[in-house]
């Protein structure tokens, strides 16, 4: 179980190295999940995307099999578990540079970290994230019912926010309900703070990194126009709404979401 210490939190991660023999020297895309989600969630865009790149995904702190926080949340520390993951990384394959690609909170991280270290990113992808943290709706339920009711409660009003009805098997269903569930509350709650305060449209301009934006059309905590705000913002981005998806997209669409990355990604090479 690979662990990592990047001085402000004890990380698990995972690496997916299923490259074909004929690519010399493949990228490595680092993924990075939203709150109540796990490394795990990113396992369905493996198929399109595994032949040409490695793969890595961490565990959030709090979440899946990292440790909690212990009130080490702040975007800044964040971004530093992502540097010195891909640092880490470098020593076992090419991570001197790399794609990234986070989702809702992670989205968030992923824009700072391209703000902050534009020399260490091939591209940015951001799916259902926000760049300012004070636009983002339907938050103000988190702490009543996680302080009142517990993580089962709040996972239970998070997956109808997330997903359609039948836009995930009963199983599957269960299992992401699941995983929210065991999320720690006191690091979920301190993610909710911390995004809440940040604000990153100043120093989006200047970000010329080649960028995919993804976005569904019925999220209920970032409506559409407020990830159009932040295409308008980035000199070098591309937009894709998709259609019947709530904010649960990368996971319900994994497919079609692992998909467009590739292709982002071909016209790129």
């Known amino acids: 179980m690979p662990q990592l210490d990047t001085g ?99 989205g968030t991280v992923a824009l700072r970290t391209a703000i902050e270290h534009p020399d260490r990113l091939l591209s940015l992808t951001v799916s259902n994230g926000a760049h300012v943290g004070g636009s983002i709706r339907n938050l103000d339920f988190w702490h009543a019912l996680i302080e009142g009711e517990g993580m089962p409660a709040w996972s239970d009003r998070m997956m109808s926010h997330r997903f359609f009805e039948g836009a995930l098997t009963a199983p599957v269903w269960a299992w992401y309900r699941a995983q929210q569930a065991s999320a720690d509350p006191a690091t979920v709650l301190a993610l909710l703070k911390t995004l809440v305060g940040t604000d990153l449209s100043r120093q989006l301009p200047a970000l010329g990194l080649p960028t995919l934006l993804m976005h569904p059309d019925s999220s209920p905590f970032i409506p559409v126009p407020i990830m159009a705000d932040l295409h308008a913002l980035l000199p070098n981005a591309r937009l894709r709404v998709f259609p019947h998806a709530k904010h649960g997209l990368p996971f319900s669409h994994a497919g079609e979401c692992s998909t467009t990355l590739r292709m982002f990604l071909n016209e790129r090479a």
């Open 8 to 106: 402000a939190h004890r990380l698990h991660y995972e690496i997916v190295d299923l490259t074909a023999p004929w690519v010399e020297a493949p990228e490595t895309i680092i993924f990075h999940h939203g709150v109540g989600a796990n490394w795990r969630c990113w396992l369905g865009w493996a198929a399109a995307l595994q032949d040409n790149y490695r793969l890595v995904a961490f565990d959030l702190p709090g979440h899946g099999q990292s440790q909690p926080g212990d009130g080490a949340i702040t975007i800044d520390a964040m971004v530093g578990d992502v540097i010195a993951l891909a640092d880490a990384l470098n020593g076992t394959g090419n991570c001197e540079k790399f794609h990234l690609v986070g989702e809702s909170v992670g």
